[in-house]
């Protein structure tokens, strides 16, 4: 069974016809990585799957609740500390922070994090709530080779528990983490 199920969407900002007919499916426990060029509309098609806009037409069906990272998620934090920031929905955060390295951060205050940190904190919090459907927007912009070695792993090691949808230019890292590779336009364009 898919958890996310998207037909013949279509999508315009302004006059501009961002998505035109795309159809994807997001198996439960299955991890499926979107590439394609600048401007594709893949971070649109995120936004979608996960609830957060509406297509002008077609249908997105999402079983169960979504988690949605965006880019540069570090600038979204509004806590004083890390660990009110991951348990804000009141969900349990221990198990979120030990999974992405940040025991010991409980206490500190998200803005005196690194920006990597500040990264893994926001995905902490994504994470915490236990989403149905994780939809992961370029989540290794500014991480370092071992950080996503690390992400990679702990997506996979998630991958029965959940549907994933991952946004990224980064190639190797979604060969890493995905069953299925989707392009919006060519793979090529992809590394533009």
């Known amino acids: 069974m898919s958890a996310l199920a998207v037909r013949d969407l279509h999508a315009y900002y302004g006059e501009s016809h961002v998505l035109q007919g795309v159809s994807l499916d997001v198996p439960d426990g299955g991890a499926v990585s979107l ?3 600048n401007g594709a509309g893949k971070t ?3 936004r979608l799957a996960a609830g957060l806009l509406t297509p002008d037409s077609g249908a997105s069906r999402l079983t169960g609740r979504a988690g949605y990272l965006p880019q540069d998620s570090g600038r979204y934090l509004v806590c004083e500390r890390v660990d009110d920031e991951v348990g804000l929905g009141g ?3 221990t198990r979120a922070l030990r999974d992405l390295g940040l025991v010991g951060f409980e206490h500190r205050h998200p803005r005196d ?3 990597g940190e500040r990264e893994r904190v926001t ?3 994504v994470l915490a709530p236990d ?3 994780l939809v992961l927007d370029e989540p290794t912009r500014g991480m370092d080779p071992e950080r996503k070695e690390e992400l990679a792993a702990l997506v996979r090691a998630q991958a029965r528990r959940r549907a994933t ?5 980064d190639l190797v890292f979604a060969g890493d983490v995905a069953d299925r590779e989707i392009a919006l336009g ?3 364009e992809a590394l533009v």
């Open 131 to 133: 989403p149905d459907l």
């Open 113 to 115: 994090l690194s920006s």
């Open 123 to 125: 995905l902490a919090a």
């Open 186 to 188: 060519t793979r090529e």
């Open 165 to 169: 949808l991952v946004v990224t230019h």
């Open 35 to 37: 590439v394609g060029r």
């Open 44 to 46: 649109t098609l995120a």
């Open 91 to 93: 969900h349990k955060s």
